[in-house]
C-alpha cells in the first residue's frame, strides 16, 4: 500500500516542500493517535481541535512527513513538511489515489435520504447474500465484512477511514458494498473517490438543519450522489438511480440525474408500484407490479408502510443488478428485522413494547402511524430530541407525538452540552399544540424512570413506544457517555413488573 511522496505531492497542484521528498509514505493518518512509523499526518483544522497543534505527537509516533496549511513553529528536525491551501481539499485528493481507488474493484450501492437507509441496506445484503455474493456493509448500526462485524462511529466513516475499510473489502473478496450515505458526509466529501453503481434515494423529511441552514442545502447535498453516478471520471459503467418518487424531492432528484432510472412508489406511478398494502401487527402484505417481472405477491414479517417503501427500494437496487425475483421473494419474506427498527421487545408482558431510532418528525410519525393501524387500545408515547441539534424539529416531534399519541411522556434523548430540561420545554411547546381531550403528558428528564413510567402505565393491549435511540447502547450526556439501551432496560423494568 506504500506510495511515494512525490506521486502523492503531484496531485496537489499548489503544494510546497519542504525537507526530503524522497521518501516511502506506509499510511495516513489526521489523527496523532493513530500515527505509525513511515505515516504522513495530515494536518486538519476542526470545530474542537487542531491537528497543527499536534505535529509533535504525530512525529514521535513515527511520522516522516506532515501536510499544513499554516504556518507552524518548532518542526522537529527530518520531518519532511508539505504546506497547501486547504488540508481537507488534499487529503480528499490524496486518499482515493493513495489506496488505489478500492471502490472501482466493487460494486458499490449507496443508500440515501432521512429515513430508512438502515434497512434498505439490511434487506439488500440479505438479497445479495442469498444470490451467493459476499456482502460488505457501511452503516449507522455496524460495519461488517462478510460476517465480520466493524464497529462504526459515524454513519459513514471519515474519507481515511472509509478507504480504509473499502480496501479492506477488496483484500477479503468482498463482491458488494451496500453503504448508507449520510447528507453530512457527501457535503463534507468523506466520499471522496468512491464510485457508486446504484444510488437509492428513500425520501426527505426535516433533519440535520443544523448543519445545513436550509432545506434546500439539505436537498442539494442528497442530490450529490445522483450527481456522482453520471460523473465524467467514472471508472465503472451500467449505472442505476433507485427513486421514491412518492417524495416531493424526487423531481430534484431526478434533475441531477443522468443515468438509468428505476422509480417506485405506492401513489404515483412508477417502474415499481406496490399495490393491495395490508398492515398488520405480525407483517405486511402487498404486491409489487412491474413491467419487468409482473406481479410480486409479498407476505413479510416486518410490518409498517414505511417498510413498504424500504422493501421497494431494495427490490429496485436488486432488480437493476440483475438478482432473480424469486430470489428476491424468497429472501425478504424470511426477513426479520433490524435492530432498533420497529423492534418488539417481549418478556411475556400483557402489552407491546417496541423500539425504534425514529428521531426525527417524519420517522416518528412513520411509526405511529402504524401502531394507530394495529393498536387495539391506547398508545403510550416516550420520546425525546438530541441536544445540539436541529432545535426546530423539537416542538414538530412533539405535536406528532400527542396527536398519535394518547399518553405523552417527553424525556432525555442524547442531551449532550444542552440542558435536558430545556430541551423538553422546546418540546412541551409542541406537545400541548397537538393535544385533544382525554390525553396527557408529562415531562420525565430521566430517561429511565421515563420509560418505567410508561410500562407501569400500560394495561393489556396497549402499545408503549420507545423512540429515538433504537439501537444506540448508549447516552451522551454534558460531561460523559453512559451505557444505556432502551431494549434492556424496557427488558429488566418489565422482568421486575411481572
Avoid: W
Amino acid at each position: 500500500m506504500a506510495k511515494a511522496l512525490r506521486d502523492l505531492v503531484a496531485l496537489l497542484p499548489d503544494a510546497k516542500i519542504q525537507g526530503e521528498a524522497d521518501l516511502l509514505i506506509e499510511a495516513l493518518a489526521h489523527d496523532s493517535r493513530k500515527v505509525v512509523p513511515g505515516t504522513l499526518f495530515v494536518c486538519l483544522t476542526g470545530f474542537k481541535t487542531d491537528g497543527h497543534q499536534h505535529i509533535a505527537e504525530a512525529y514521535a509516533q513515527g511520522a516522516t512527513a506532515v501536510l499544513v496549511e499554516k504556518e507552524v513553529d518548532h518542526i522537529p528536525e527530518n520531518l519532511t513538511v508539505i504546506t497547501v491551501a486547504d488540508t481537507k481539499k488534499a487529503i480528499r485528493m490524496m486518499t482515493p489515489h493513495f489506496f488505489g481507488y478500492p471502490s472501482r474493484k466493487l460494486r458499490m450501492i449507496g443508500v440515501t435520504g432521512t429515513n430508512g437507509k438502515t434497512t434498505t441496506t439490511y434487506l439488500l445484503k440479505s438479497i445479495l447474500q442469498e444470490a451467493g455474493f459476499k456482502v460488505g456493509v457501511i452503516g449507522t448500526i455496524q460495519n461488517s465484512i462478510g460476517e465480520r462485524i466493524v464497529p462504526s462511529k459515524n454513519t459513514t466513516p471519515d474519507v481515511i477511514d472509509l478507504q480504509n475499510l473499502l480496501t479492506e473489502m477488496v483484500e477479503n473478496q468482498v463482491d458488494y458494498v451496500v453503504m448508507e450515505v449520510s447528507s453530512h458526509a457527501l457535503e463534507l466529501e468523506r466520499v471522496a473517490g468512491c464510485e457508486f453503481d446504484v444510488g437509492i434515494f428513500t425520501n426527505l423529511t426535516r433533519d440535520h438543519l443544523d448543519f445545513h441552514v436550509t432545506f434546500e442545502n439539505y436537498l442539494s447535498a442528497k442530490a450529490k450522489l445522483f450527481q456522482s453516478l453520471s460523473g465524467e471520471e467514472n471508472y465503472k459503467k451500467g449505472k442505476t438511480a433507485i427513486i421514491n418518487v412518492d417524495d416531493e424531492a424526487a423531481a430534484t432528484i431526478l434533475q441531477r440525474t443522468q443515468c438509468n432510472t428505476i422509480t417506485y412508489g405506492i401513489h404515483a406511478d412508477a417502474n415499481l408500484k406496490a399495490d393491495h398494502v395490508n398492515i398488520q401487527s405480525t407483517g405486511a402484505q402487498f404486491d409489487i407490479k412491474s413491467s419487468s417481472f409482473g406481479l410480486m405477491p409479498l407476505d413479510l414479517k416486518i410490518t409498517g408502510l414505511f417498510n413498504v417503501y424500504n422493501v421497494l427500494a431494495a427490490v429496485g437496487a436488486a432488480f437493476a443488478e440483475g438478482i432473480d425475483h424469486q430470489v428476491i421473494k424468497k429472501t425478504l419474506e424470511k426477513f426479520q428485522s433490524v435492530p432498533g427498527r420497529f423492534e418488539l421487545v417481549q418478556v411475556g408482558q400483557s402489552f407491546s413494547v417496541i423500539v425504534d431510532y425514529a428521531h426525527t418528525p417524519d420517522g416518528l410519525e412513520n411509526i405511529l402511524r402504524t401502531a394507530k393501524q394495529i393498536a387495539k387500545k391506547k398508545i403510550i408515547v416516550v420520546f425525546g430530541c438530541g441536544g445540539d441539534r436541529d432545535r426546530t424539529k423539537r416542538p414538530i416531534m412533539g405535536k406528532i407525538a400527542a396527536e398519535y399519541g394518547d399518553i405523552v411522556i417527553a424525556t432525555s434523548d442524547n442531551p449532550r452540552s444542552e440542558d435536558p430540561d430545556l430541551i423538553l420545554n422546546e418540546i412541551e411547546i409542541g406537545i400541548k399544540t397537538g393535544l385533544t381531550g382525554g390525553k396527557i403528558y408529562e415531562k420525565i428528564t430521566d430517561r429511565r424512570q421515563a420509560i418505567e413510567r410508561a410500562l407501569h402505565m400500560a394495561e393489556i393491549d396497549d402499545i408503549v413506544i420507545i423512540a429515538g435511540k433504537g439501537h444506540e447502547d448508549y447516552q451522551i450526556l454534558k460531561d460523559r457517555t453512559i451505557s444505556f439501551d432502551d431494549k434492556e432496560v424496557a427488558r429488566e423494568i418489565i422482568k421486575e413488573m411481572i
